[in-house]
């Protein structure tokens, strides 16, 4: 099962590169224990181990994609880029997920949506 959605967020692509890939910003704007690099191939760890995979291919500002372990060795590989479009007041946000076990699936997507880019948008956006 697949995931494609678009999110603006009040910020410009290198900040919110930073939020994704920064191990210190993911721990500001989830509240969790997070071990991440912008580096390609980087086994990482978010969410305080809720989230672990590897970084495939990073593009510095434009894109991470990375890949999802789910615990079953002989599914195919659960892919997520994340594209980030600049914009001239922010950035839109493209994010991609492939492969999700169907009983993983409404979790992943209101975690999408809920706890990760939706909190980061918060983080970016909020005024109070």
Wanted: glycine share 6%; aromatic share 14%; proline share 5%.
């Amino acid at each position: 099962m697949d995931i494609k959605f678009y999110e603006y967020i009040e910020g410009e692509p290198a900040d919110i590169f930073m939020a994704l890939t920064n191990p210190r910003s993911i721990e500001l704007w989830s509240s969790l224990p997070a071990d991440m690099s912008a580096e390609e191939g980087y086994e990482f760890s978010i969410f305080d181990g809720d989230i672990v995979g590897k970084n495939l291919k990073v593009i510095e500002n434009q894109l991470i994609e990375q890949e999802w372990y789910f615990g079953d060795d002989n599914a195919e590989p659960s892919i997520v880029t994340i594209k980030l479009h600049p914009h001239k007041t922010g950035t839109n946000v493209e994010v991609r997920h492939t492969n999700i076990p169907a009983d993983a699936y409404d979790n992943i997507n209101e975690g999408w949506h809920d706890f990760y880019i939706g909190a980061i948008k918060h983080f970016f956006e909020d005024d109070e």
